[in-house]
């Protein structure tokens, strides 16, 4: 199988899972998804990291993107005055927790869960050519990932427990030690 039919299937592993939590290791977007089977089997669990940029459209408009991680969510009148988005408070969190249906942060300042009745679950996954790639949710929401093909720009999915990874980006995957399906 190609480079690209490989990426294609390593997406597609995400078609039917609910996204739990949104998450971030500085500006690396994470992403939990589990799978939804039943209380006779446990759930998946995968990790799905975004090293670029990206962005959330609906009803034909964005909706927010990776650059609002940068912006301050309140007014300039209270933005602290060596504020970081990794202290929370971003333009980026606000608007996720709006979309997601949380007030406040779950775990700590930029880790948010996902109100399971907003209808985040995958409906399906692709991944184009030039490695950009595509989930698309049940509520109509569409994530778009888009690598502008600079090194160490790339998206990863993790499957928790196995420790195995998949990537449409050969670089990433020789220096996480993962393997394509």
């Known amino acids: 199988m190609s480079l690209l039919g490989d990426a294609i299937q390593a997406i597609r592993i995400l078609e039917g899972k609910l996204l739990l939590q949104v998450g971030h290791a500085e500006d690396m977007l994470m992403l ?10 446990p759930p998946e669990e995968y ?8 962005r959330l459209d609906a009803a034909g408009q964005t909706l927010k993107g990776s650059f609002d991680w940068y912006e301050f969510g ?6 602290p005055e060596h504020w970081r988005p990794i202290q929370g408070g971003s333009l980026q969190e ?6 997601l249906g949380q007030a406040v942060p779950s775990v700590s300042p930029g880790e948010l869960m ?5 209808g985040f679950k995958v409906k399906s996954a692709g991944v184009h050519r030039n490695g950009d790639c595509t989930i698309l949710f049940e509520n109509h929401v569409r994530l ?3 690598p502008c093909g600079s090194r160490g720009e790339a998206w990863v999915i993790f499957h928790r427990g196995t420790g195995r990874a998949w990537t449409g980006d050969p670089r990433v995957l020789t220096k996480k030690g993962g393997r394509l399906l």
């Open 74 to 79: 309140g007014g300039e009148s209270e933005r």
């Open 47 to 54: 990790r799905f990291h975004v090293l670029c940029g990206w």
């Open 144 to 146: 778009s990932i888009l």
């Open 32 to 41: 939990t998804f589990v799978s939804n089977e039943g209380p006779t089997h």
């Open 114 to 118: 996902v109100d399971a009745a907003r």
């Open 94 to 99: 606000i608007l996720l927790q709006r979309l």
